[in-house]
């Protein structure tokens, strides 16, 4: 019956994909899809979909840490047994969501969730700041240069009275990447946390005939800075690569493709803070994030100055940015080197684009307003 490794192929199951998500709908969904007329945001955490067969499912949003334990996940299915009838589901943000179908049974859900040690905070909904879509840091990735459940826990520590409230000008998307392979959503989001190295990559002559293909390390350089070259080990003529250091920005992709290219280095290593990203067509097209502070260090274990400088940025946001105007709006709006002077940060020749296409990112107009921010 079981696996028998003697005959890894015998009764072996594949290719069934997942398993169809209509059997997992809770009753009132299923009985209501397509047939949704309109809902609302009842309080912070709690929505009402309103359907046209007078039906309503009212959805509690709490945060989760995304890296959980299976105690953890039984616990939600405990708490989707008493008031769900076993259905819960998972947002694209990582955010849990319990569903009940009618009003009465909200207020015991809330206390049941509210009596669980904040385990289960409630929120996450509307104008506010919802859970921070991250990656792995230094709990299981080889290629980081920060830590993602580290520095995600102390920004939402300090951030903790936004995801209950919704008082923001427009929800704001905070995400995380350990490096610039930029998993998840850094690229595209209203403020996005980045890990980034500024030391080239050490080559390990002794490893790497063994464990690298020389050209892929080559072709993986967007710079071109990593060349063939001959070294001696042991007396030994080998094949290797050597970097031209000036030509190299420390991205990390010739150590993704040849391990024996490391950089990781405790001070060297840190994170960049870019703002300004959306992926939504409301009233703007989709936009990048641009990188606005290209260095903080890795402060273990509670980064007081990545979560200061993000602090900073919302709550500039947060006066300036009129209802709607998502963080990217606003910086354009007001002007980039208004939005330096706003949000107090020093700007750096480090946020001026010198790669291929930046010409298209530097002012060619005599517009632009006047700041003493810039000394
Ligand atoms: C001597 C008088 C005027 C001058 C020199 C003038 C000049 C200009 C200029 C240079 C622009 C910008 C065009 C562009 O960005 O391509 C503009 C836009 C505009 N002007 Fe005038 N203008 C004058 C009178 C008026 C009057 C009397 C009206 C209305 C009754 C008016 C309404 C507008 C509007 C609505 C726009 C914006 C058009 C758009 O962006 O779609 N202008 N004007
Ligand atoms: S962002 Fe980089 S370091 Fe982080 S999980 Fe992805 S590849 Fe690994
Ligand atoms: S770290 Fe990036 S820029 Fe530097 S040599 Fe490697 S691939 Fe090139």
Known sequence: MGYNPDKPMDGRISDLGPPHYEQFFPPVIKANKGKWLWHEITQPGVLMHKSETDDEVYTVRVGTARLITIDLIREICDIADAHCDGFMRWTTRNNVEFMVDSKD???PLLDDLASRDNRFPVGG???GVTNIVHTQGWVHCHTPATDASG???AVMDELFDYFTSMTLPAQVRIALACCLNMCGAVHASDIAILGVHRKPPMIDNKRITGVCELPLAIASCPLGAVKPAKAEVDGQEIKTVKVTVERCMFCGNCYTMCPAMPLADPEGDG???LVGGKVSNRISAPKFSKMVIPFLPNNT?????????????LEAYAKGARKYERVGEWAERIGWEKFFEECDIPFTDKSIDDYRLAYDTWRTTTQFKYTSHIK
């Open 301 to 313: 274990p509670r980064w007081p100055e990545t979560v200061e400088a993000i602090k900073k940025i």
């Open 105 to 107: 049974k909200v207020q």
């Open 271 to 273: 994170i960049a803070i």
């Open 151 to 153: 520095v995600v826990k």
């Open 125 to 127: 909904t509307g104008a």
